[in-house]
C-alpha cells in the first residue's frame, strides 16, 4: 500500500523516476520471535545493499551528453499475470447511468494475453484523447470478427468486443485490448480456453484449447498490433514482447480432430522475447516459439508446418 502510494506521486511527477525495494522480515505468524532474531536487521541490510547495487549501475555522467536515458516503467500484473486491473473490476461502460448503463467486466482472470512493451521511457506521456482516438485501428486476440467499441478508463483507452446484447447492469468482458499513456499495449480474452460442453461430443475432453484457433488469434493481435504500436504509439525498438496462455492445469490441447493431447500438468506458458523490428518474420520468429511452448506443455513437440505457419497466417 505505501509502495503503491509513493510510485503514483513518483509518476505524476514525470520524469522523476523512483523504485521501492522492500526487505522482507517476518511472516504473519511467529513475528516476534523472528524479531528478537535479528530478522529486521537482515532485511534492512538485503533491502539497502539492493539499492546501492542499483544506485552503482546508474550512469549519471557529468553533463546532459552524459545521462542515463530514463529506464522504462513497466505497468504492473494485479491479481494474475494477464491483468491490470483488480478482480471484477468495470473497464468499460456503454449507456447512460441508471438509464440503461452496461457495465463490462471479465469474469475472472483472462486465460490468453498479449503484452507490446517499448523499452524506452516516453518524454512525456500519451495524452488519453489521442488513445481514445486511435484504439479502434488496434486488435483482439480472436480468430475471427471484426469491429468493436472504444472508450477510455482509468488506465488509457480500450477497444472491446461486447460479444452481443445486454441489458442494463453488468456484462461479460470477452476481448480487449488496452493501451496506456506509456506507450503500453496488452490485448486479454478469456475465449482460448473451451469449458462448456455446449453442442460438443461427449468424447471430446474438457477443458479444451483448439489449438487453430488460438494461433489464429495470436497471428492477428501480434500483427496488427505492433504496426499500430508504431503507427500511434510512436514504439521503437528494440521493444519487448511477451505472450501467455494461463489457467492450463487440467486441460487438453485439441490439434485436431482425432489428436488431443493432456490433460496439461502446468498452469501456464509464457514466452518473453525482444523484437529487433516490426519486420513479419520476426513476429512469426516470436509466435512460433510461443506456440511450440504451449505444446512442450503436454510432453509432445509441434510438429514444423502445423496449421501451414509459418509462413502465412495459420490455416487449416
Excluded at 505524476?12 to 522492500?22: A, E, F
Excluded at 513475528?31 to 530478522?39: L, R, V
Excluded at 496488427?224 to 490441447?253: I, M, S, W, Y
Excluded at 509466435?287 to 509432445?300: P, R, V
Aim: hydrophobic share 40%.
Amino acid at each position: 500500500m505505501e509502495g503503491s502510494g509513493f510510485l503514483k506521486g513518483v509518476h505524476i511527477n514525470h520524469p522523476t523516476q523512483g523504485v521501492v525495494i522492500r526487505g522482507i522480515s517476518d511472516l504473519l505468524p511467529g513475528k516476534a520471535n523472528a524479531d528478537k532474531a535479528g530478522s529486521q536487521q537482515r532485511a534492512a541490510d538485503a533491502a539497502s545493499a539492493a539499492a546501492f547495487e542499483i544506485l552503482s549501475g546508474l550512469d549519471v555522467g557529468q553533463g546532459p551528453a552524459k545521462q542515463a536515458k530514463p529506464a522504462f516503467l513497466r505497468t504492473a500484473s494485479t491479481f494474475s499475470r494477464g491483468s491490470y486491473f483488480t478482480q471484477g473490476e468495470v473497464l468499460a461502460e456503454v449507456g447512460l447511468p441508471d438509464v440503461d448503463q452496461v457495465r463490462f467486466a471479465f469474469a475472472g482472470a483472462p486465460d490468453g494475453y498479449m503484452r507490446i512493451v517499448p523499452m524506452q521511457r516516453r518524454e512525456k506521456p500519451l495524452t488519453v484523447s489521442s488513445l481514445n482516438a486511435n484504439v479502434n485501428q488496434s486488435e483482439m486476440i480472436r480468430a475471427t470478427g471484426h469491429g468493436g467499441l472504444s472508450t477510455v478508463n482509468a488506465y488509457g483507452a480500450i477497444y472491446y468486443d461486447p460479444a452481443g446484447s445486454y441489458r442494463m447492469g453488468p456484462a461479460p468482458l470477452r476481448w480487449a485490448t488496452q493501451i496506456f499513456q506509456n506507450g503500453e499495449l496488452w490485448s486479454l480474452t478469456d475465449t482460448l480456453i473451451v469449458r462448456e460442453r455446449r453442442w460438443r461430443p461427449a468424447n471430446i475432453p474438457l477443458p479444451l484449447i483448439p489449438v487453430l484457433t488460438l494461433e489464429q488469434g495470436f497471428y492477428r493481435a501480434l500483427h496488427k498490433n505492433v504496426q499500430f504500436a508504431v503507427a500511434h504509439l510512436g514504439l521503437t525498438f528494440p521493444c519487448e514482447v511477451e505472450l501467455g496462455l494461463l489457467n492450463l492445469r487440467g486441460a487438453h490441447l485439441g490439434v485436431v480432430q482425432r489428436d488431443i493431447r493432456g490433460p496439461i500438468q502446468f498452469d501456464e506458458a509464457i514466452v518473453q522475447l525482444e523484437l529487433g523490428s516490426a519486420d513479419a518474420a520476426e513476429n512469426d520468429t516470436a509466435l512460433l516459439a510461443f506456440f511450440e511452448e504451449i505444446f512442450d506443455k503436454t510432453g509432445y513437440a509441434r510438429h514444423e508446418g502445423l496449421n501451414k505457419f509459418p509462413p502465412g497466417p495459420p490455416r487449416s
